[in-house]
């Protein structure tokens, strides 16, 4: 072979090879081409490198020299396909990181589901599992089984929100309680959470609909010292409370009834803005269940008796967050709420 025809060839070769190596589609395809031309066994290349032999003595350097520059220009060309190739199928490696991160909202839990979930924990320590029932009730569930005279305040339409036809809108969690005491014999003791509604206004410490949280305990032998320790072990535990008190009050379903008070955790009982100059918190009521409810559901109030109390989780998460309208509680402004979310 004469050189003019050797490089002929060798410039058909790298016009080929290049046009393959620069045009294929996928990684698959580079591969076909890298074989076709650059492979060590039948690669065109290697067929080039071979017929060098066929070239006069005086020839071979310039054949040689050519040869060289089209496999080295076809070898780059491979190297430069490929790692084009690789970074579109990459995506990660694409990204440009010298970006700023993108800010993600992690979802997070409403204060007061907080404030239920710790007063949960502490009862259920205590032995205590979670109740519920629903929000709409019979005027029998939410007031009849639970003492309420017919002429209670309670009863009354601008007090409580009545279904059409029958049926009421639950004004506490205690027809919970009533159905428990219904299903379940002696002992009991059960956490009932959730949503009650009274026909109050929307202002800054009201609302129509509100959780509440209250517990029950039925047992041979309960008196109200089990009902004082285990209140002021709570009270230990969710307020770091040292000291307690228990004011008389009434509740148509206990007997006797009480308010309970820890001291103000802020101030240590001096007085101050959070306890309004008092020195204590007011933070629920209990008392001993009223034979008259046990008799109601069925229980024998010669043999059993028990202690039961109510609160609002949505008070605690407003002193405990100190948030001065109870409205933004229910809002779900997420910029509030970041800064409660854990
Ligand atoms: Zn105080």
Redesign the pocket.
């Known amino acids: 072979m004469n050189l003019q025809d050797y490089i002929a060839q060798a410039d058909a070769l790298e016009r080929d090879g290049s046009a393959a190596l620069q045009g294929a589609a996928d990684a698959d395809a580079l591969e076909a081409a890298r074989i076709a031309f650059l492979g060590d066994r039948q690669g065109q290349v290697k067929t080039l490198q071979e017929a060098l032999r066929a070239i006069s003595k005086d020839d071979k350097p310039a054949a040689g020299k050519r040869f060289n520059e089209a496999r080295t220009r076809l070898e780059s060309l491979h190297a430069e396909r490929k790692t084009s190739l690789d970074r579109a199928t990459a995506p990660a490696a694409a990204e440009d990181r010298s970006l700023p991160a993108r800010r993600q909202w992690r979802g997070a839990k409403h204060p007061v589901t907080l404030v239920i979930e710790e007063i949960e924990g502490i009862f259920r320590e205590l032995g205590f599992t979670v109740a519920q029932g629903p929000q709409a009730e019979t005027e029998w569930y939410n007031f009849g089984a639970l003492n309420f005279p017919p002429n209670h305040p309670a009863l009354d339409a601008h007090d409580t929100m009545y279904l059409e036809g029958e049926g009421l809108l639950r004004t506490h969690t205690s027809p919970v309680q009533m159905r428990t005491l219904q299903k379940y014999v002696p002992p009991i003791r059960v956490l009932i959470p959730g949503l009650v509604h009274r026909r109050d206004p929307f202002d800054a410490s009201h609302a129509p609909s509100f959780e509440q949280i209250e517990g029950l305990c039925v047992d041979e032998g309960i008196s109200f010292v089990d009902l004082k320790a285990t209140l002021n072990r709570f009270a230990e535990r969710l307020f770091g409370a040292s000291r307690t008190r228990f004011r008389p009050s009434f509740f148509p379903f206990t007997e006797p009834s009480a308010e309970m008070d820890v001291q103000?955790?802020?101030?240590?009982?001096?007085?101050?803005?959070?306890?309004?100059?008092?020195?204590w918190?007011e933070i629920l009521g209990a008392g001993m269940v009223h034979p008259k409810v046990l008799e109601a559901a069925g229980i024998d109030s010669e043999r059993y008796s028990g202690w039961a109390f109510g609160m609002g989780p949505a008070r605690i998460a407003v002193s405990r967050y100190g948030i001065p309208d109870i409205r933004i509680l229910y809002d779900s402004d997420v910029r509030f709420l970041e800064q409660i979310a854990e």
């Open positions: 103000c955790g802020v101030c240590g009982g001096s007085g101050c803005a959070t306890c309004k100059g008092t020195g918190i």
